[in-house]
């Protein structure tokens, strides 16, 4: 457990946002760059690690959300990206799109606002992004079979993922010219940059 007493130390307190006049003025992300950083172990530290994580079962990919907002807050970040990995092949879509079930079902939010869940892990994998933690994971061996994946949307990537993974050759077919399908052409720039 992160804190014993996080939850009563520290308030809810979430990400800045940058300036309308500034926003309207380009279709960057909303929020201000860097500015998570400074606020996410005390965030991280609100987390009860209640007996049972009720946030397990409001998130749809069943993220190990305890375990890593204890790293979070231990700043970690490694392990933090790991444990974010292990369930969530792609923590960099989802921190940013996802609508946060697991917030809502917070056990924290019975009588306080609940854990910043979503901000926690847009911190874990942008740390792992900017120290390198993110890398492929080459197979110990080849199967020699070849798998067809149709779209290159979030769920045919991470279908190839866990399948090259696996050991199998994948190969990828999208119909579009690029290659992301709802996450390139159907989010706006200002709710995931396409960078």
Same mark, same amino acid.
């Given at each position: 457990?992160?804190?014993p007493?996080?939850?009563?130390? +520290?308030?809810r307190?979430v ?10 003025k380009? $279709? =960057? !992300?909303?929020?201000v ?9 005390k965030?991280? %530290?609100?987390c009860m690690?209640?007996? #049972?994580p &009720?946030? +397990? =079962? ?5 993220n190990l #959300?305890?375990?890593?907002?204890d790293?979070? @807050? /231990?700043?970690? $970040?490694a392990?933090a %990206?790991?444990r974010?990995h292990?369930t =969530?092949? &792609?923590? !960099? &879509? ?8 697991? !917030? %809502?079902a917070?056990v924290?939010g019975i ?14 994998i942008?740390?792992?992004?900017e120290t390198g933690?993110?890398?492929? /994971? ?11 994946? #149709?779209?290159s ?6 279908a ?5 993974r ?6 990828? @077919?999208?119909r579009?010219?690029r ?6 052409y159907?989010?706006?720039? &200002?709710?995931m940059?396409? /960078?």
């Amino acid at each position: 457990m992160a804190d014993p007493k996080g939850f009563l130390n +520290h308030g809810r307190e979430v990400a800045r946002t940058r300036p309308v006049d500034e926003r309207v003025k380009d $279709w =960057n !992300e909303v929020y201000v760059p860097g500015a998570l950083l400074p606020i996410i172990g005390k965030q991280a %530290s609100r987390c009860m690690d209640c007996g #049972i994580p &009720f946030c +397990h =079962n409001g998130c749809p990919l069943g993220n190990l #959300i305890p375990e890593w907002n204890d790293y979070a @807050y /231990r700043q970690d $970040w490694a392990a933090a %990206s790991e444990r974010l990995h292990a369930t =969530n092949n &792609f923590p !960099e &879509f989802t921190g940013r799109l996802c609508p946060a079930p697991c !917030e %809502s079902a917070c056990v924290l939010g019975i009588n306080q606002q609940p854990v910043t869940i979503k901000n926690v892990e847009v911190s874990i994998i942008d740390q792992a992004w900017e120290t390198g933690e993110v890398a492929p /994971r080459i197979p110990e061996r080849l199967s020699g079979k070849t798998v067809a994946v #149709i779209g290159s949307g979030p769920a045919g990537l991470a279908a190839a993922q866990q399948l090259t993974r696996a050991g199998h050759t994948v190969a990828v @077919y999208e119909r579009a010219d690029r290659v992301g399908g709802l996450l390139r052409y159907g989010i706006p720039e &200002f709710k995931m940059e396409k /960078r």
